[in-house]
C-alpha cells in the first residue's frame, strides 16, 4: 500500500509564509508526478503546482511568483514552499501522487489534506 502524509499547514497572516511537505512511503517502484491541489470552500479543486520526475514544474497563474514546488533531496518527500500568502490562498491543500508500485501497477494516491489560513 502507499500512503501520502501532508504537513506544514497552519494559520499565517497575510503576505507571510508556509512551506507545506508531502512524504510518500509503501511499495513504491517510482512516483511519476507529485502534485498539489487545494480545496477552498465553494469553490471547485484546483491544482496549485505539479512536478514531474522531479524536475519539470508548472503551476496556476494565481500562484506563480509566489509558490514554489520541489523534491530537492528525498525523491519521496515534496514540498510546496508558499510566499507572499494571501486570504484567497485559504483552504485545505492536499498532495498527490501517480505512483508505480514494486508491481509496476500505476495508481493515483491523496493524502488526507492539510488546512492553510490566511488571515488578512
Known amino acids: 500500500q502507499v500512503q501520502l502524509v501532508e504537513s506544514g499547514g497552519g494559520l499565517v497572516q497575510l503576505g507571510g509564509s508556509l512551506r507545506l511537505s508531502c512524504v510518500v512511503s509503501?511499495?513504491?517502484?517510482?512516483?511519476?508526478?507529485m502534485p498539489w491541489y487545494r480545496h477552498a470552500p465553494g469553490k471547485e479543486r484546483e491544482m496549485v503546482a505539479n512536478?514531474?520526475?522531479?524536475?519539470?514544474?508548472n503551476y496556476a497563474d494565481s500562484v506563480k511568483g509566489r509558490f514554489t514546488i520541489s523534491t530537492p533531496d528525498a525523491k519521496n518527500t515534496v514540498y510546496l514552499q508558499m510566499n507572499s500568502l494571501k486570504p484567497e490562498d485559504t483552504a485545505v491543500y492536499y498532495c498527490?501522487?501517480?505512483?508505480?508500485?514494486?508491481?509496476?501497477?500505476?495508481?493515483?494516491?491523496w493524502g488526507k489534506g492539510t488546512l492553510v489560513t490566511v488571515s488578512s
Open positions: 498527490n501522487a501517480y505512483v508505480f508500485s514494486t508491481t509496476l501497477n500505476g495508481m493515483d494516491y
Open positions: 509503501g511499495s513504491i517502484f517510482s512516483i511519476n508526478r
Open positions: 512536478i514531474i520526475s522531479g524536475r519539470t514544474t
